[in-house]
């Protein structure tokens, strides 16, 4: 839910959301667990990851895909 702000004030609402949003999914990827990477993930999403040609579904989905992704070393640059 997004209050009724101006549109720079909501630029910096989304953005700040998008910010605490990409650092709760970084600190799940450096604990190198897939289930708590997963756990950022809906029953319903479906996602197309970075390093698999398939779609991936759920939360098992997503788990199945990590177990895989974080045996590889991940560097993260965010720029802004």
Do not use: C, Q
């Amino acid at each position: 839910f997004i209050p009724k702000i101006e549109t720079r004030e909501k630029e910096m609402v989304l953005k700040e959301l998008a910010d605490k949003t990409f650092a709760s999914w970084n600190e799940a990827l450096l604990s190198r667990d897939a289930k708590n990477v997963a756990a950022l993930y809906t029953e319903d999403a479906s996602f197309l990851p970075t390093l698999n040609p398939e779609f991936k579904k759920g939360r098992e989905g997503a788990e199945e895909y990590f177990k895989h992704f974080l045996v590889h070393r991940v560097l993260h640059l965010v720029i802004s």
